[in-house]
């Protein structure tokens, strides 16, 4: 009897075959991408039947496998919206054409690499005014008719689709060079419209607002963050105020969604802990157009301090007729008087991270501009300042309304033990600043010195995670940064790391100015993440360390274009003879 062979090869590691199985995934992915590319009709767009039958479909496959709602609604809709890279004709493998490859001879756009001169930055510019302050001006402009003007603004795609919308509801705003202007028009209204806000959800809120005061209908439109977003607490708030939210797609919380309102408000209403405090900013703002006096209780919201730093200095200029009592915001309706150029703080989520350079590369930033008395900008400030940054207000002066705000370094970072810090200093950052910690703990990493990063609240550590791992460190079970072995760190290198958000970009971009000087620099997959936030970053990046200032318009000088001839003679033109048709 023989004795039966066994099989000796070692079997591959569990994580190896479902990396593979991740890889299929992928190609899946790809061509169901391009398969819906083939049915796009002739605007490009899916058709809502189509798109309504792949939809059931999608969820009665999910339902015979899973109970998870993100699965069938979520993750339906990340499959629609996601994008992929052209492949070149270059790189195409055989075999890997037809429906599974992409458009032949596209050309791919290649990663962005961050790899500024690594000398003391010498920074001096107007710093952009604050976005949502921007736009909130504009909102009032646009309610009232009146004309006013700001500058310089960021013209990121949240103020663009804004002045779109606003637009669109009867508003005269014209956006020209690096500012808008509101010209004097007659007070807009709330048509029954579609409107599309994008992809900020402040926009939906400051239209939502305003469509609450008056009977109404509209429908509501937004990209893919907006269509992913559970407004399910917002939809559960509004009957308290006459008011209905509908969600077109079935199962899904975001957007598109409907909006019917009856306009009869109640005297008060108290905002519930889990609403979005965007809302509350949004009704508060369009409070002064409604036809009787609304009092909101912001008392039981955790975010009450900051509602109340966004809101009330724009009411106070506009002089709007307001009064505040522990937490309970009173706004009585009456006509405002908008000034000609509103007063703006500068915006705080850039102006960190460009104070931050000298902390960084050592040197000095000049942002002339207001800083912002919130919450979240406050602990910004001083977590700079516990880091060793030298930061100091200087006064209004001649085409400095607002003052300078200065930071100097003389020497770059090398320690950052952000867990001494006090706990109630991380705390106070915005959940969506947390990138700046992490990448200045990063950067006194990266140059050898300690740096320890605690659990920041609220912060998604996945995202941690995979910056760490991009810039060449990992992180202890004691919470300290240390770098990982060069050959990993080569590899890494040679990878693009797409941003999860335009703040975790200017991340990376302040790492790379603590790089290694052997390594080439980091790569960014998705530059295009932190132009729709700030359009003139990337070329004040490449232009580091000393940015060239903007000259002002009125100093340029023109090349006068040269004046036009005008020829008389005594010829006179004939026209030829034509042949009368057979």
Avoid at 325 to 331: N, P, S
Avoid at 484 to 495: F, S, Y
Wanted: charged share 25%.
């Amino acid at each position: 009897m023989t004795e039966q062979s066994h099989d000796t090869r070692p079997r591959r590691p569990l994580r190896e075959v479902v990396s593979d199985i991740d890889r299929d995934i992928l190609r899946l992915l790809l061509r169901r991408h391009n398969l819906l590319a083939r049915m796009h009709n002739s605007k490009g767009f899916l058709e809502p039947a189509e798109e309504k039958a792949l939809r059931e479909s999608w969820e009665a496959a999910v339902s015979r496998v899973s109970r998870d709602a993100r699965l069938s609604g979520r993750f339906f809709s990340l499959m629609q919206e996601v994008e992929f890279l052209p492949r070149p004709s270059a790189q195409r493998e055989e075999g890997e054409g037809g429906e599974d490859g992409q458009a032949a001879g596209a050309e791919r756009r290649p990663a962005f690499n961050l790899a500024p001169a690594l000398r003391p930055v010498r920074l001096a510019m107007s710093a952009p005014l604050a976005c949502r302050a921007t736009r909130a001006w504009l909102m009032l402009a646009a309610a009232s008719g009146q004309a006013l003007r700001i500058e310089p603004c960021l013209m990121n795609d949240p103020i663009v689709d804004c002045v779109k919308a606003l637009n669109q509801l009867g508003a005269g705003l014209n956006r020209e060079e690096d500012g808008v202007t509101a010209r004097e028009t007659a007070p807009v209204g709330a048509p029954d419209k579609v409107l599309h806000v994008g992809d900020s959800a402040w926009n939906f809120f400051l239209l939502l607002g305003h469509y609450l005061g008056r009977p109404s209908r509209a429908k509501f439109t937004g990209e893919t963050s907006l269509k992913l977003a559970d407004f399910s607490a917002v939809r559960r708030f509004l009957p308290n105020l006459g008011a209905r939210l509908v969600h077109v797609v079935p199962k899904s919380d975001g957007l598109p969604a409907r909006l019917e309102c009856s306009g009869i408000l109640p005297d008060a209403a108290a905002l519930p802990a889990d609403v979005p405090a965007e809302l509350a900013e949004g009704i508060l703002l369009a409070a002064p157009f409604y036809e009787r006096a609304l009092t909101l209780d912001l008392a039981a919201h955790p975010q009450q301090q900051l509602i109340l730093a966004r809101v009330l200095p724009i009411l106070r200029a506009a002089d709007a007729d307001i009064s505040v009592t522990e937490g309970r915001v009173r706004v009585a309706p009456g006509p405002l008087r908008l000034p000609a150029r509103p007063r703006l703080p500068l915006e705080p989520e850039l102006a960190v991270f460009l104070l931050a350079l000298p902390l960084v590369l050592s040197g000095e930033t000049r942002l002339d501009g207001g800083w912002p008395q919130w919450p979240g900008a406050q602990a910004a400030w001083e977590l700079l300042q516990a880091l060793g940054l030298d930061l100091r207000r200087e006064q209004p002066g001649e085409g400095r309304p607002e003052g300078t705000v200065c930071a100097h370094a003389a020497a770059p970072l090398k320690r950052a033990s952000l867990a001494a810090l006090p706990a109630g200093l991380l705390a106070g950052l915005p959940t969506d600043w947390a990138p700046l910690p992490v990448a200045l703990a990063a950067c006194a990493a990266l140059r050898g010195g300690e740096a320890s990063l605690p659990e920041l609240p609220g912060a998604d550590m996945s995202e941690v995670t995979s910056f760490l791992h991009t810039v060449g460190l990992e992180r202890t079970a004691e919470g300290r940064l240390c770098k990982t072995e060069q050959a990993t760190l080569q590899q890494n290198a040679a990878q693009a790391w797409n941003a999860p958000s335009p703040v975790w970009a200017l991340a990376l971009a302040l790492a790379a100015c603590a790089r290694d000087t052997r390594n080439q620099g980091f790569r960014l997959g998705n530059p295009g993440i932190m132009t729709g936030l700030f359009p003139a970053f990337w070329t004040l990046y490449n232009a580091l360390p000393e940015p060239a200032a903007k000259k002002p318009a009125g100093n340029e000088k023109t090349t006068a274009a040269p004046a036009r001839r005008r020829i008389i003679t005594t010829a006179v033109a004939v026209p030829p003879e034509l042949k009368e048709e057979e």
